[in-house]
């Protein structure tokens, strides 16, 4: 079972939403992690670069997949997770004490479009 | 079909082919074993109207000895000629191990080295080659090799744009080989970037011209020659921080013999360098299999395209080697993978990698000083009969050199080829390419410039 | 196979060498070219001897296995018997000396040559012409790919900007496609893994330049609905493409062109037996049928009237594809085994190349879990063990086999299965070698059951174990750094 924190947002591509004064902290779930197996690299965009909702902003690769990150909204990069750079793996010790961007967001309205943590569940159980 | 024996000679169906070693009695057996009653079984699924009825329009089979007599009756319909033109193929020496070890059936027939466990020997060397061609090229790292040389200019272009996101034009210095900027501008017409030619200026790239198309912000990169279609060493001083400076990228097109003596792309401050490799002893073999190379700075490297080895550890602990960085690559991310190349020119980097071991750095300058010398004797030779001009005054050439004829260029070619010299490559204009390399004697260049001297003006 | 741990780098010594060259008898030294356009230092190449030379690469050669040391069941690849003939004529100096851009007088052989095999191709393919230049697989798609965009735009149809291609297509097919500026729309497989036909027929429309079809599809099964796609696809106006990378299955028996397909490629290294070479090079000459023949790359082989031959270019090219006329040494390679073929042999090829795998797949299917039971073609893909303990993947079944001396199929593709094993024997290896492979998967089915862990730690014979291919793409080192 993958694990499912409280409190976050949640997109249908797999990636999380930590919202904190018009702040978004954007990562992948525990489900994306496990389907990747070993995370090797994670292509992140740079600060000051925009993203849109749904629109592609970055890749995880693991050694034998790669899979394409869209932004759960609208934005502009604050901030990158560098440690990432070094240590990709750490998504997979922690989905979500590690995140991937910040954005400042541009679209309040997008997060009614994404899914609670009881929503997300749902959504797992029926992917499977 | 040309060897057809004209009356079909009826060999016995029965008779066993040395390839296949199927038995009557194996094919009842795994006829059997699939539950088939016959042969036909096999395509029951195929629609009739397509099984193939008739009879194929082939030469009857032919034993080894009437193969071999094929290929003289070929070989006696070619003329070999001493070679003194270049233009992207050369007529370099190569040691007598190279094509030994080349041929070894472990490396010969081996697959891409996907099982990494049986798979020591291809990728062992293929991390030499990539260490030697980083070296050459003054770069970081290097992929596995590439088709050839225009073909590495084209992925370089499509890997320009990939670097350098929002950008949608590429620049080519009309210095480069003819070769390179009609593949470059085939794959552009298709991929659907813009491409611009910019105009040689006294037989040199533009280099003002190429920054002056820079303000428009639309530039991912240029690629201009370290030695270009005329044989002269281009000076790019100031040209890479030009293009940093808009954002946009450097690569430089290279014969990697000569960059064993020639500033690297490297030390140009270049970005990327890309070039033909059969410089470095591949027999010229009408033109292939040659061997492209694509070497990069390391913050490029996830944009690489093609095979790519790493080092790394087994179980044990014990030094390994495998394909790396593959989620870059088309069979893990199909239509967003950086090209559509899934393989290389593998033996040919194996080819380049015993010779450059050879060889050495020593003997890297010593291919070089010899052409050298070779090329700069003719050219004064040539100078001398009266029949030529400076094409570019006193700019400074390798084995490679351009002059314009007095002579009109296809007569010129034509009484070469009567003497058994292959030479003077018409660029147009009235200018002609020679190209020396150390397997010219000074005996063939002075006989090359007799010959050359009898021609009436 | 043994393991040998040096790199060249570290056999060197400085004063060593490993050539000859005739002493300089010029004046000119390599001071006459200006400093600035000189390199600061001599690369870093090995300085190493001969007889170290010869020693080194013999040793690494130990380390690999190829179709000369056993078999290589590897699908989608082709792995048959490289004959040594086919060398011999390679290496042979009436070819090896000629530069590309000699006077077609002086070429007349090679030109003849390369027009000879363009010829037998069509014959057994059914197209109608052929060019030789692309260098590889993936690069015919790309030069297939090209054709047909510029037979859309020579007609002034530019919004053609899809391609179709199945879901169960080699990546390479998208990536081409990518590459080629097309835009990539999939088709899906029935349950039965061949095209759905019924998915087909909305995607056509008059924004579809044409369909990328491989047949048989990588699952080894005949497209029988062939005709109706190719119906559908011109009616709609797009062309068809055939990717030649199972042309093995259809050698002597089945030819592209009678089925409707418009351009295709074949792989010379995997249906006219040159080598695989450790990933190249090889060859992908492009056929097309008679109203795409004025596409074709250039510079092309034409004939004159005197009966010989001249460079061409077709009025309606897609364009220069490759710096000279490709791979001509494979060229040779592949033409030395359409001879020892002949007109009598080819219609072996492919029916025992399907026998073969038919007979693997029929001695394994209790074991291995086999989807689509219906008689394959030339390869054929089992979902893993029939019977797998919890965690033994069929990676491990694969790395276990190669402790049994054989190569590992291809694995993890297609990806409509999570545990693909792809099996393609070619008609090359006799019955006796089917039958020991059979006996080897057997006896791995039997340890996945009894002794998983045994399967799990795998290979255990071979010169290395398995590498950390995670340690390697985390912190990549792409070349040999000398140890301070």
Redesign the interface.
């Known amino acids: 079972m993958s694990k499912i924190a409280d409190g976050l947002l949640y997109s249908e591509s797999h990636e999380w939403v930590k919202m904190e004064n018009g702040i978004a902290t954007v990562g992948i779930t525990d489900f994306a992690q496990k389907s990747m197996g070993n995370i090797v690299y994670v292509d992140m965009p740079e600060p000051d670069d925009e993203v849109s909702q749904n629109e592609e902003f970055g890749a995880v690769e693991s050694v034998k997949a790669a899979s394409d990150l869209y932004s759960p909204v609208s934005g502009v990069v604050t901030e990158v997770n560098e440690a990432l750079d070094d240590e990709p793996g750490l998504l997979n010790k922690d989905a979500y004490a590690n995140w991937i961007i910040k954005v400042k967001i541009s679209e309040p309205a997008e997060l009614e479009t994404l899914m609670d943590a009881a929503a997300y569940t749902d959504f797992l159980a029926k992917e499977a | 079909?040309?060897?057809h024996t004209l009356i079909f000679l009826p060999?016995r169906?029965e008779m066993a082919?040395?390839?296949?070693?199927?038995t009557d009695e194996?094919?009842k057996?795994?006829?059997g074993?699939?539950?088939?009653s016959s042969?036909d079984?096999?395509?029951?699924?195929?629609?009739e109207?397509?099984?193939?009825k008739g009879?194929?329009?082939?030469?009857?089979?032919?034993s080894?000895t009437?193969?071999?007599r094929?290929?003289?009756?070929?070989?006696?319909?070619?003329?070999?000629?001493k070679?003194f033109?270049g233009?992207?193929?050369y007529?370099h020496?190569s040691?007598a191990?190279v094509?030994?070890?080349f041929?070894?059936?472990?490396?010969?027939?081996?697959?891409?080295?996907y099982?990494?466990?049986?798979?020591?020997?291809?990728l062992?060397?293929i991390?030499?080659y990539?260490?030697?061609m980083?070296?050459?090229t003054g770069m970081?790292?290097?992929n596995?090799?590439m088709?050839?040389?225009?073909?590495s200019a084209a992925e370089a272009s499509?890997m320009m744009l990939a670097c350098t996101k929002r950008k949608s034009k590429v620049l080519l210095s009309e210095t480069l080989?003819p070769?390179?900027i009609?593949?470059v501008?085939?794959?552009a017409?298709?991929?659907?970037f813009a491409l611009t030619v910019i105009p040689h200026v006294g037989g040199v790239s533009d280099k003002e011209g190429i920054i002056g198309r820079l303000a428009a912000g639309d530039v991912a990169g240029v690629i201009v020659p370290g030695i270009n279609r005329f044989g002269i060493?281009e000076?790019l001083?100031g040209l890479a921080e030009a293009m940093h400076s808009s954002k946009a990228l450097l690569t430089v097109y290279s014969d990697p013999s000569a960059?064993?003596?020639?500033?690297?792309p490297g030390?140009w401050g270049a970005d990327i360098a890309c070039g033909?490799a059969q410089s470095l002893g591949i027999?010229?073999?009408?033109?292939?299999?040659?061997l492209g190379f694509l070497t990069c700075r390391q913050e490029f490297?996830?944009k690489l395209p093609g095979?790519?080895?790493?080092?790394?550890?087994?179980?044990?602990g014990?030094?390994?080697?495998?394909l790396?960085?593959?989620?870059?690559?088309?069979?893990?991310?199909?239509?967003?993978?950086t090209?559509?190349?899934?393989?290389?020119?593998?033996?040919?980097a194996?080819y380049v990698?015993?010779y450059?071991?050879?060889?050495?750095?020593?003997?890297?300058?010593?291919?070089?000083?010899?052409s050298?010398?070779?090329a700069?004797?003719l050219h004064r030779r040539l100078l001398e009969t009266g029949r030529f001009e400076e094409a570019f005054d006193g700019k400074?050439f390798?084995k490679e050199f351009a002059l314009r004829s007095l002579i009109p260029a296809d007569r010129l070619?034509e009484e070469l080829?009567k003497a058994g010299f292959?030479g003077a490559?018409p660029l147009g204009d009235g200018i002609v390419t020679f190209c020396v390399t150390?397997n010219r004697t000074?005996e063939e260049i002075d006989a090359l410039t007799d010959v050359i001297a009898s021609i009436g003006l | 196979m043994k393991y040998y741990d040096k790199l060249i780098f570290e056999l060197s010594k400085t004063g060593r060498r490993g050539y000859t060259l005739p002493a300089c008898k010029w004046e000119d030294g390599l001071d006459g070219i200006p400093e600035n356009l000189k390199r600061n230092h001599a690369p870093e190449l090995p300085e190493v001897s001969e007889p170290d030379t010869v020693r080194h690469y013999v040793n690494l050669s130990n380390m690999n296995f190829g179709v000369d040391t056993g078999f290589y069941p590897l699908g989608s690849c082709t792995m048959k018997y490289n004959p040594r003939i086919n060398e011999e004529m390679a290496s042979h100096p009436g070819f090896s000396g000629l530069h590309p851009l000699q006077p077609a007088e002086t070429v007349r052989g090679a030109m003849e040559l390369y027009r000879i095999l363009s010829d037998a191709l069509c014959a057994v393919t059914g197209m109608s012409a052929f060019t030789l230049n692309p260098f590889a697989g993936a690069h015919g798609e790309l030069t297939g790919l090209m054709i047909m965009r510029q037979y859309h735009f020579s007609k002034g149809d530019t919004k053609r900007t899809k391609i179709i291609v199945p879901d169960s297509a080699h990546g390479t097919n998208p990536a081409s496609a990518a590459v080629c500026g097309l835009e990539v729309v999939q088709v899906k497989s029935t349950a039965n893994g061949t095209v759905d036909v019924n998915d087909l027929k909305p995607l056509l429309d008059d924004t579809v330049a044409g369909i990328m079809m491989t047949n048989p599809n990588t699952l080894g099964l005949f497209e029988s609905e062939i005709s109706e796609i190719a119906d559908l696809v011109h009616a709609a106006g797009g062309l068809l493409y055939y990717d030649g990378a199972n042309m093995n299955a259809l050698l002597g028996k089945v030819r592209p062109g009678d089925m409707g397909f418009d351009i295709m490629h074949l792989n010379l290294h995997k249906t006219f037996s040159t080598p695989h070479g450790g990933g190249g090079p090889g060859a992908g000459p492009v056929g097309v049928a008679g109203f795409l023949r004025e596409y074709l790359p250039y510079p092309s082989v034409g004939a004159d009237v005197s009966g010989g031959y001249t460079w061409a270019k077709g009025s309606h090219t897609a364009g220069r594809i490759s710096g000279f006329h490709g791979n001509f040494g494979v060229l040779i390679k592949a033409y030395a085994y359409i001879l020892m073929l002949g007109r009598q042999n080819v219609k072996n090829a492919g029916p025992y190349a399907v026998l073969a795998a038919n007979y693997i797949k029929e001695s394994l299917k209790d074991c291995y879990k086999l989807p689509i039971g219906s008689v394959c073609k030339h390869e054929f893909v089992f979902d893993g063990l029939a019977d797998a303990p919890e965690g033994v993947t069929t990676l491990d079944v694969a790395k276990r086999l190669l402790d049994y001396g054989f190569h590992a199929p291809t694995i993890y593709f297609p990806l409509l299965f999570h545990q693909s094993i792809m099996i393609e024997p070619t008609e090359t290896e006799s019955v006796e070698t089917l039958d020991a492979f059979i006996e080897a998967m057997r006896k791995i089915a039997g340890e996945a059951a009894e002794n998983p862990e045994i399967l799990k730690s795998a290979p255990h014979n071979t010169p290395v174990s398995r590498p950390d291919e995670t340690q390697a793409a985390v912190h990549p080192i792409l070349k040999y750094r000398r140890q301070s």
Do not use: W
């Open positions: 079909m040309l060897p060999r169906p082919f040395a390839y296949f070693p199927h194996d094919v057996k795994m006829l074993k699939a539950g088939l042969m079984g096999l395509y029951a699924d195929v629609p109207k397509f099984l193939f009879e194929f329009d082939l030469p009857d089979a032919m080894e009437e193969v071999r094929e290929f003289e009756r070929l070989a006696s319909m070619n003329t070999r000629l070679v033109a233009a992207g193929a007529d020496y040691p191990v094509p030994y070890i041929s070894r059936s472990e490396y010969l027939t081996a697959y891409t080295p099982q990494a466990e049986v798979s020591q020997g291809t062992r060397y991390f030499e990539q260490t030697m980083s070296e050459l970081d790292c290097s596995a090799s088709y050839d040389g225009p073909t499509m080989l070769q390179v009609e593949v501008e085939t794959y017409k298709y991929h659907g060493i000076d001083s960059l064993a003596v020639l500033k690297s030390e033909e027999p010229l073999s009408f033109g292939g299999p040659y490297v996830r095979r790519i080895v790493g080092e790394t550890t087994d179980t044990a014990r030094r390994s080697y495998v790396t960085l593959q989620a870059r690559e088309q069979h893990i991310r199909r239509e967003k993978a090209s559509n190349i899934c393989s290389n020119q593998s033996l040919m194996l990698t015993v450059l071991s050879l060889m050495g750095p020593e003997g890297m300058k010593d291919v070089n000083s010899l050298y010398g070779g700069h004797y400074p390798l070619q080829l292959f490559l150390e000074k």
